[in-house]
């Protein structure tokens, strides 16, 4: 008999475990009952032009399976994209934890990943401004426990029984289901101004972190302040933090709608082509660890969802690496029927008493039961790796044939199995927190003494840039709000958080601007939360970075090779962007490979440009709109751009504001704006190429926007 706690788990466990249902296509088409079919083209019929017969059962059952496809999507983050892949512990977290998975360095657990959309329905785009959500289930040897988090570490709500209300809110309006995955609307600006707990939450949701560039490239954070136990039984709260290895990233605002359009699956497009050309996202594992004693030194309830801890107060310990290398067989099968619930954990990880967590701990299961029936820890994606008894049975689609007469405990027929875990084996004792009280439907006071102050803090961390896309963020947002009383209301709100913010967003949307300050600001900031600083700070890479090379026949093919091959060596992807698909003719004769046309393709679609000379090609671009508005766009976008001989011509040609070629000469040394870099002659593609990855790895060049009026001054 195989025991929870002796079973081995590796990197590979999850993907054995799933072999048996894994299905190859067939050579020859059966009926489910494995019956051969000979013709799927023709129903049944009473002659040529006649009726259809009754007996006809290929039709009947391909017809009835089809009318059966579709599953409710997930009532909230239904849109998303998942992978598998391993997580290991730098070194044993047993001081902290008795988690089996969080001991030996050298074991590898494997994991299956979900990133998602909030808001959105299944078929939604993926740039919209959203929370991402990021779950993960680790398939442990003690069991499966879920990490069920988003890119920003603090709610919308304190308690859990206001979710539905805030969803509804920022779902689609219920009278004409209008607007798809936007929170633009009177519904949930209403909501929001009426729920000043929202407000901190609300920065964040405004700033850039709601434009995530990739799933690559976001954090994770569980939110909730959990318990970490340890063997002899010492639990401490703890905070769970992901940081993407490759930075966090944003689109700037027009970048991300234009992508809704251009390429609505870009997220999952993204994540599924990084790991097939095997550039596996990476994610670091942080925790910040807090003593039970010093629960009550923050100032703010460490229980309540709508604060963080800042990493100055506590600093964040490396725990160990996720990375995800194998996309999914089949997106029904493993990304649609996975179920992550924040309940689910393991021996050494426990919940506290934060009245959003509690409430989770039903609804997850809740909504699972629904979506996926009784049986939904059954299908492969969700069973655990370890063993499962129990004496649960039946329900609709049962796949365990269970052997044996027993179904009960105790018994003595069954031997009195399955028995209770003995002691010394691992098995899930809840933490024996000390709990007393009235029952009350109250809030905690130390839950309603302050929902501003962290608001003022985000704010006051960011960089003017930051700023400005935030207020702009909010000028759209409450910009497409009809009420004029819900904008008033919402502008008395960011008062509350900072009188200069408050004016600067009456003034985008019509709205009088508070005359006088209600609260004085604090002053206190933590770069941490700002990803321009978080960016200073981290290695910069240009890697998996894509690069569209601009070009046409008559294209200088020389400088396309070594500009290629030098992205290449930097881990950067370029790709040639020309009007046909095919291949275009250098004005030496050789034949380059077009990969994207300027139809297929847009500069919203790349990290940058590069423009080679030629002069027939350039000759053709400059004449091109699309290829002048590529350019345009990029700039705008604040993207690194490269021109070598001709190429330079193009840009030129693009209205690149403020920037001065009669100034440009020497190699590499165009004009005042650094994300610039050209070469007249192209005689020196090594240190262009070099600039232009420097570039690249830098990603915006923000003073481009500083040229136009900003918001923030
Ligand atoms: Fe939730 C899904 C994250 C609060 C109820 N939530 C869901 C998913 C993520 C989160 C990432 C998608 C899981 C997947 O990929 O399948 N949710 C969060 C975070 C929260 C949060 C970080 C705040 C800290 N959620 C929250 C509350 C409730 C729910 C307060 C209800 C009390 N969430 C759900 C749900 C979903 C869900 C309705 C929909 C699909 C599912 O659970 O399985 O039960």
């Known amino acids: 008999m195989s025991e929870p706690n002796n079973h081995q788990i590796n990197e590979d466990s999850k993907i054995k475990d799933m072999e048996p249902f894994r299905q190859e296509v067939g050579e020859y088409m059966t009926t489910n009952q494995g019956v051969g079919v000979s013709d799927t083209d023709n129903s049944l019929k009473a002659g040529e032009r006649g009726p259809s017969l009754l007996e006809d059962f290929h039709h009947l059952e391909k017809m009835s399976h089809f009318d059966r496809e579709r599953i409710p999507e997930r009532v909230v983050h239904a849109r998303g994209a998942g992978a598998h892949g391993y997580f290991q512990v730098y070194e044993s977290m047993a001081k902290y934890t008795k988690a089996k998975f969080l001991q030996d360095p050298s074991v590898k657990t494997p994991v299956f990943v979900r990133f998602s959309n909030v808001g959105g329905s299944r078929g939604s785009a993926d740039t919209v401004r959203d929370v991402r959500g990021f779950s993960i289930k680790f398939y442990t040897e003690e069991g499966n426990y879920d990490f069920v988090g988003n890119n920003i570490p603090v709610f919308f709500i304190q308690d859990g029984i ?7 809110a920022v779902k689609p309006e219920p009278n004409n289901e209008i607007p798809q995955a936007s929170s633009a609307h009177d519904n949930f600006w209403d909501f929001i101004s009426l729920v000043p707990e929202s407000m901190h939450m609300i920065m964040w949701f405004l700033s850039d972190r709601t434009l995530a560039k990739s799933y690559r490239m976001i954090q994770g954070f569980g939110v909730h302040t959990f318990r970490f136990v340890n063997e002899e039984g010492k639990a401490r709260f703890v905070k769970l ?18 992508l809704s359009g251009k390429d609505p699956d870009y997220h999952r497009r993204d994540l599924w ?93 809740d909504t699972q039961l629904y979506r996926l029936g009784a049986n939904f820890a059954h299908l492969p994606i969700n069973r655990p790796v370890c063993p499962v008894h129990n004496n649960q049975q039946d329900g609709f689609m049962q796949t365990n044939i269970k052997q044996g007469r027993t179904n009960y405990y105790p018994n003595s027929l069954g031997g009195g199995c399955p028995m209770m875990t003995p002691e010394g084996m691992s098995a899930f004792s809840h933490y024996s927190e000390s709990v007393q009280g009235n029952k009350v439907r109250k809030r905690a006071e130390s839950f309603k003494k302050d929902y501003f102050s962290q608001a003022t803090l985000f704010w006051n961390s960011l960089t003017d840039i930051e700023k400005d896309h935030l207020v702009k963020a909010a000028h759209f947002e409450l910009g497409k709000v009809q009420t004029k009383a819900i904008r008033e209301r919402m502008v008395e709100l960011f008062n509350q958080v900072d009188h200069e913010l408050a004016k600067l967003v009456a003034k985008g949307i019509g709205v009088a601007a508070p005359t006088k300050a209600v609260t004085e600001n604090h002053g206190q900031s933590s770069p941490a939360v700002s990803m321009e600083k978080m960016k200073e700070k981290m290695e910069k890479s240009a890697k998996t970075r894509q690069v569209a090379i601009l070009a046409a026949d008559g294209v200088n093919s020389s400088q396309v090779m070594e500009i290629k091959e030098i992205l290449k060596q930097a881990g950067v992807l370029p790709q040639v962007v020309s009007e046909f698909k095919g291949t275009i003719k250098g004005a030496d004769g050789q034949e380059i490979e077009v990969n994207q046309t300027f139809l297929t393709a847009a500069s919203v679609m790349f990290d940058a440009v590069y423009v080679p000379g030629g002069k027939q090609s350039v000759e053709m671009l400059v004449n091109k709109d699309d290829a002048i508005e590529f350019v345009h766009e990029a700039f705008k976008h604040c993207k690194p751009i490269a021109a070598t001989g001709e190429g330079v011509e193009l840009l030129k040609g693009a209205h690149l504001k403020g920037v001065n070629f009669d100034q440009a000469g020497s190699n590499g040394k165009a004009k005042a704006d650094q994300g610039i870099v050209t070469s007249q002659d192209g005689s020196d593609m090594q240190s262009i190429g070099q600039k232009f990855i420097e570039a690249i790895a830098k990603g915006r060049f923000w003073t481009r926007e500083q040229m136009e009026k900003k918001m923030v001054p």
């Open 241 to 258: 933090h992901w940081k993407p290895l490759l930075g966090v990233h944003s689109f700037v605002f027009d970048e991300a709608q234009k």
């Open 273 to 365: 082509e990084m790991i097939e050309m095997g550039h596996y996202p990476e994610y670091e594992l942080g925790v910040q660890i807090i003593e039970e004693e010093d629960e009550n030194k923050f100032g703010f309830d460490i229980l309540d969802s709508t604060k963080f801890i800042p990493e100055e107060l506590v600093p964040v310990i490396p725990v160990g690496k996720m990375v995800l290398n194998r996309n999914p067989d089949n997106y029904f099968a493993e990304t649609e029927q996975s179920a992550f619930h924040p309940g689910r954990v393991v021996p050494g990880i426990d919940f506290t008493d934060d009245p959003l967590l509690q409430s989770r701990v039903f609804s997850y299961h």
């Open 162 to 168: 206001k979710f539905p209300d805030i969803i509804h």
